[in-house]
């Protein structure tokens, strides 16, 4: 076997897979933070650290991994792709709650401009709260308002113009709030639809539908009846499909409403 400087094999110079210890490692010493002190203040010991930066302790519960990503956020902001490699490397999806803004910011500031080569056919990006983050022109005059009002469930029930716009808008309600269903089973932390819920939850119509319904995840029938402002209808076909975003991996929809 030939060795190199050092009487090192070649072999340990090849780059290594990150680990959950060598992610905690590099994160707590870019901070300039002790292994006592970021265990005093995450509620651990400092055994339990090293432990876990020398990789004798693979998989450290969710409240560990909150606690020390709480620690060095305090010292230094961890950036999205950091938080969530920390959940991946320990065989945990990432609960944390991602805004608009975070969506939008993930999707990049050229996507408007790419929507715009869906022309003449309806796109937008949805996220799985049914908020709109981005759409273009047809998808705003085939559903008027509802860029402006930015949640597809708040605009049936609140705004006049859906109910002219969409023709079958009784059918559309009850499936927008059952895709709501599906959407709240399939995120861990139920914080994450209870401010939205605690708002529609204003509207008899969506209490019913809400206690009445359950779970969809695709329409039996794609046909969207859309009715423009001079009272002319128009028949899209709905489709959704999710975005593979770096950061928010099943946040993230796109919904294209092609033209018949």
Not at 18 to 45: C, D, I, K, T, W
Not at 55 to 73: M, N, V
Not at 131 to 137: G, P
Request: with cysteine; hydrophobic share 40%; proline share 7%.
């Amino acid at each position: 076997m030939v060795f190199g400087a050092g009487g090192k094999s070649p072999k340990d110079d090849l780059p290594q897979p990150p680990s959950f210890g060598s992610v905690l490692r590099r994160l707590r010493e870019e901070r300039g933070v002790s292994r006592e002190r970021l265990a005093f203040n995450a509620g651990v010991s400092a055994s339990y650290v090293t432990s876990l930066e020398k990789g004798d302790r693979a998989h450290p519960t969710r409240e560990i991994i909150e606690a020390l990503a709480r620690c060095l956020e305090r010292l230094s902001e961890l950036a999205p792709g950091e938080r969530r490699l920390l959940f991946d490397l320990a065989g945990l999806p990432d609960t944390e709650l991602p805004d608009m803004e975070d969506l939008r910011a993930d999707l990049g500031r050229d996507i408007p401009r790419a929507l715009e080569l869906y022309e003449p056919h309806l796109a937008a990006y949805v996220d799985t709260r049914l908020n709109i983050l981005y759409c273009n022109s047809s998808f705003a005059q085939g559903f008027p308002g509802l860029r402006e009002n930015g949640n597809l469930l708040r605009w049936m029930l609140t705004d006049p113009a859906a109910k002219d716009a969409l023709v079958e808008w009784d059918r559309e309600v009850r499936i927008a709030v059952q895709w709501l269903h599906g959407f709240t089973g399939e995120h861990a932390n139920p914080s994450w639809a209870e401010e939205l819920l605690a708002e529609l939850g204003r509207y008899p119509l969506f209490r019913e539908l809400w206690s009445t319904t359950t779970a969809r995840y695709e329409r039996e029938r794609p046909i969207i009846r859309l009715r423009d402002g001079a009272g002319r209808s128009m028949a899209i076909v709905g489709q959704l499909f999710r975005v593979p975003s770096t950061t928010y991996p099943g946040r993230i929809q796109i919904f294209i409403g092609l033209r018949r």
